[in-house]
């Protein structure tokens, strides 16, 4: 049994309703908020996650509703109200709630319905859990959407994942997916990286030590297996492992179980095992560096994470996250140009969404409340030309000093438009100022829009060479033609 449940909630009181349907919305729990004399409009066979039962007004309408709901004990059922005592007697009555609700009233009372559905074999796709999936892994480009659609694939399975790609993409992010929306998401995910424990303190993490097992053992001590027990393991950087651990690890996955450093007692595992590395196994199974029925083992199902250089698209709605996240974490608000964002999107992004998240952080620290433009991005993300004046370090001249001879240097009488090829071809550039003056506004603008004509004319319209010839970025030309509508 299997479908998109809504929470359905039977309250009276008007008052009572908006504070349920707000505190829902709030947690993305969908439901149906009805009165007692609607009963007779909803479909008690269909799949629902759980029915509240509120303030009944009318004494026939809760004894309607009692028969209703001792003939669907599929439903679990939550009590708000006192006098609503025949629900107590019923097989899919879970518990109670009390008003005002809190966020951990309900979601206690939630995660019993849950439990509930689970032992009647009723599998609720839950579209909370679904929004938190898409919400976490964020964006609408191809290769996401490839990854989230593996994820709904592979989670309601018990197969062992392994999660490729390089740093920085978001690897711990698919694993935390694939168990929140697994059926072990009511048990612990334990997470532990191979590459950042010592080889000879690996063996003690992961399996665990009795006491006296080795010097400065005085007590015994669970591993990650035993602490994920009826969970989820995350084998990260897997790659790094070493040999020995890699043999060990294999009989685990072999025969679940496994026994504690120093220990003759044998566990038993029941654990779901997810992997992940950035590192290219092929390769490493060809240097002999990594076990091949190792990686057979652990690689049933594979899922490759893009690097953020090949979604490049999906840097505004990443942009946008982060921002919510770290204003949800007490962070000033920023807001990037559009400019600022095209520049970004010219970056290679080695490090990944976790190099944007730097970025974001750095730039709410030193720009909090403001709108962030290129010229405020670190030098390495301007990928757009912005002219602004630039003063010499020269400590004993003073900025407007600075200014001063620049202008002077301008239109000193040394400098002639006449000298300048550009100026000399262009008819429409005087020579002299006239006597009545003119706009220099429209006259340079004149000049730049002939300029960038006669530069895509010379290369055939190929904007990538012309904007070599003019001396400036692919980008900063592509700026200028759209501003001045310069179709090619």
Not at 261 to 289: C, F, K, Q
Not at 302 to 325: H, V
Request: with cysteine; proline share 5%; charged share 25%.
């Amino acid at each position: 049994m299997q479908g998109l449940a809504k929470l359905l909630v039977i309250e009276d009181d008007a008052q009572a309703q908006t504070n349920l349907a707000s505190i829902l919305d709030f947690v993305g729990e969908p439901c149906e908020v009805v009165n007692a004399a609607q009963i007779d409009t909803l479909d008690f066979s269909g799949v629902w996650s759980g029915c509240i039962i509120g303030s009944i007004l009318q004494p026939a309408h809760a004894t309607k509703l009692n028969d209703k709901l001792s003939r669907a004990s599929h439903i679990p059922l939550l009590i708000a109200n006192k006098q609503f005592t025949f629900a107590e007697e019923l097989t899919n009555y879970v518990g109670d709630l009390a008003y005002p609700l809190n966020y951990p009233q309900l979601s206690e009372a939630l995660r019993h319905c849950k439990d509930f559905l689970g032992r009647k074999g009723v599998n609720v796709v839950s579209s909370a859990r679904k929004n938190t999936l898409f919400r976490s892994l964020v964006g609408q480009s191809r290769g996401i959407k490839d990854v989230r659609h593996l994820i709904e694939q592979v989670s309601s399975t018990e197969a062992n994942v392994l999660i490729l790609g390089e740093s920085g993409t978001g690897k711990e992010v698919v694993a935390r997916n694939i168990h929140y929306h697994s059926s072990r998401r009511g048990g612990p995910f334990v997470p532990i990286n191979c590459g950042a424990i010592p080889p000879d303190l690996l063996e003690s993490e992961l399996f665990g030590h009795e006491k006296g097992a080795f010097t400065g053992a005085i007590t015994a001590r669970k591993g990650r297996f035993e602490l994920a027990e009826g969970g989820t393991l995350f084998l990260d950087e897997i790659g790094d492992m070493p040999m020995p651990m890699q043999v060990k690890l294999l009989r685990v996955l072999q025969e679940r179980c496994f026994e504690r450093v120093g220990g003759n007692n044998t566990i038993r595992a029941d654990v779901r095992v997810i992997a992940a590395t950035h590192r290219n196994l092929d390769i490493m199974i060809s240097d002999e560096s990594f076990r091949e029925d190792l990686y057979y083992r652990i690689n049933v199902f594979p899922i490759e994470m893009p690097a953020l250089r090949d979604r490049k698209e999906d840097i505004p709605l990443l942009l946008q996250e982060l921002m919510t996240r770290m204003q949800a974490e007490g962070a000033q608000p920023i807001c990037f140009t559009p400019r600022a964002i095209n520049s970004l999107m010219e970056h290679d992004w080695p490090g990944n969404v976790r190099e944007l998240a730097n970025l974001v952080e750095r730039m709410i620290i030193l720009y909090p409340n403001s709108l962030v433009d290129v010229n405020h991005l670190p030098t390495k993300y301007r990928y757009s030309d912005i002219p602004e004046f630039q003063p010499e370090s020269n400590p004993l001249i003073s900025v407007e000093e600075q200014e001063r001879d620049v202008l002077h240097n301008i239109f000193s009488d040394d400098f002639s438009l006449g000298e300048l090829d550009v100026f000399a071809d262009n008819e429409h550039a005087p020579q002299a100022l006239p006597p009545e003056g003119l706009n220099l506004k429209e006259m340079l603008a004149e000049l730049e829009v002939n300029m960038i004509n006669q530069a895509l004319d010379a290369q055939a319209g190929v904007v990538a060479r012309a904007a070599d010839m003019l001396g400036m970025r692919r980008t900063t030309l592509v700026e200028k033609m759209r501003k001045y509508n310069l179709q090619r």
